[in-house]
């Protein structure tokens, strides 16, 4: 028997008057969905099921979805919004409301960043176990070939005829404090991977773990004043690895494989964290999946 939805109107009403994320503006396009790290790799986080349901006013069932604690806050479902819905902003104040109704305790938002960078340290990690053996994997003579033109930043001033900026920065460190992976520099440092680049070292960069563990969610480049483009750096040095030899497909298989089961331990983690506070209902779940 399919779950009845109650549309709740004063709720709808709330939500839009206390957070500014324009859902009313979503057209269910997918884009959210589809550029969600956490969802593309577990399937257990859906902004666009979110927004669907704060038009719909279902306030109770949202602030009890573990849904809204696996975000990891990087806005890249904002950013690739064609309409500007914010789903990021909707689930901070979602978080929020479910701290301030006394569901979970004020140490989960904390414990739940813990869990969040210890993730960002497992790959880099992981990105450093792989380099290395993919170094071992090449000959001598190839290691010795500095093949990416590491002299000059010119290269990276355009990534496929788009402007990357890089030349405008001037290291205020904007980027670094967007970063939702730099959790230290060892991991990732947009500035590191911009001024490096500039001072020639993209060779050593494209195979460190920064443009590897980049989520490409382009709050680097929002917050930079100056429109140098990070992610874009990010992606020219992934890509000047693997066209130069530096990175193999055997790299970029085993990456995308041990990447995906980090996400789902990750996942895992937060949800055994929020077991004690859940209250979800087999009603509530029904409501999410059988909706048009």
């Not at 990276?156 to 730099?182: K, L, M, Q, Y």
Request: aromatic letters at 6%; a positive charge; charged letters at 25%.
């Amino acid at each position: 028997m399919d779950a009845v939805i109650h549309p709740q109107a004063p709720d709808r009403r709330w939500i839009n008057r206390a957070v500014k994320a324009e859902i009313n503006l979503c057209f269910t396009c997918g884009s959210c969905a589809v550029e969600c790290p956490v969802n593309r790799a577990t399937n257990r986080l859906d902004p666009r099921r979110l927004v669907w349901m704060a038009n719909l006013g279902l306030m109770d069932e949202l602030i009890r979805l573990p849904d809204i604690w696996l975000c990891l806050g990087c806005r890249k479902c904002s950013h690739v919004c064609p309409m500007t819905v914010k789903p990021a902003a909707l689930i901070a104040f979602l978080r929020w409301e479910a701290l301030r109704e006394g569901l979970f305790s004020p140490e989960l938002a904390e414990e739940r960043r813990r869990l969040q960078d210890r993730l960002h340290r497992q790959r880099a990690a992981v990105v450093r176990e792989l380099l290395a053996e993919t170094a071992q994997r090449r000959t001598p003579q190839e290691l010795s070939q500095p093949r990416i033109p590491g002299a000059s930043w010119k290269p990276f001033a355009v990534f496929h005829d788009h402007e990357t900026g890089i030349s405008s920065c001037f290291a205020c460190g904007e980027c670094s404090n967007a970063c939702p992976v730099c959790v230290d520099r060892s991991v990732l440092d947009p500035l590191v991977l911009v001024r490096g680049t500039l001072l020639g070292y993209a060779r050593e960069l494209s195979v460190s773990p920064g443009p590897w563990v980049c989520l490409q969610c382009r709050s680097c480049s929002s917050a930079c004043s100056h429109r140098v483009q990070g992610h874009l750096v990010a992606l020219a040095l992934r890509e000047a690895a693997q066209k130069t030899g530096m990175v193999d497909d055997a790299f970029l298989q085993a990456w995308k494989d041990k990447e995906r089961d980090l996400w789902h331990g990750y996942a895992e983690a937060v949800v055994q964290r929020l077991e004690p506070g859940l209250n979800l209902t087999t009603n509530t779940q029904q409501t999410v999946t059988t909706r048009p």
